[in-house]
């Protein structure tokens, strides 16, 4: 299950006991649409072991401005409030699986 991250939420999000994986995107970007259904599988995969939550950088660009997005699909990856990966454009889903086993 994945969770919509605003700017309101982002912060309990980050510090949360789970790691924390936010899927950047936009409804005009189209290889957003592409790695979006992977992600969603994903989170299905890691529920209960890692947060994923979809963020809209048009709704909350203040997020993307405050890590360098410049480009979007970008996928960051949180431990420990902290941000320890960053993945930019779409990929296959071993790739990101990869990214998501890191985190654990």
Do not use: H
Not at 91 to 99: F, M, N, S, T
Request: hydrophobic share 45%.
């Amino acid at each position: 299950m994945e969770v919509e991250i605003t700017t309101q939420n982002f912060e309990s999000y980050k510090n949360g006991d789970l790691p924390l994986v936010v899927d950047l995107w936009a409804t005009w970007c189209g290889p957003c649409r592409m790695v979006g259904p992977v992600v969603s599988e994903l989170a299905n995969d890691y529920e209960g072991k890692i947060v994923v939550g979809k963020c809209d950088v048009e709704e909350n660009d203040d997020i993307a401005m405050e890590f360098g997005v410049r480009n979007i699909p970008t996928i960051l990856f949180f431990k420990g409030g902290k941000l320890v990966d960053k993945f930019v454009g779409a990929a296959p889903k071993a790739v990101l699986d990869e990214k998501f086993k890191a985190l654990l």
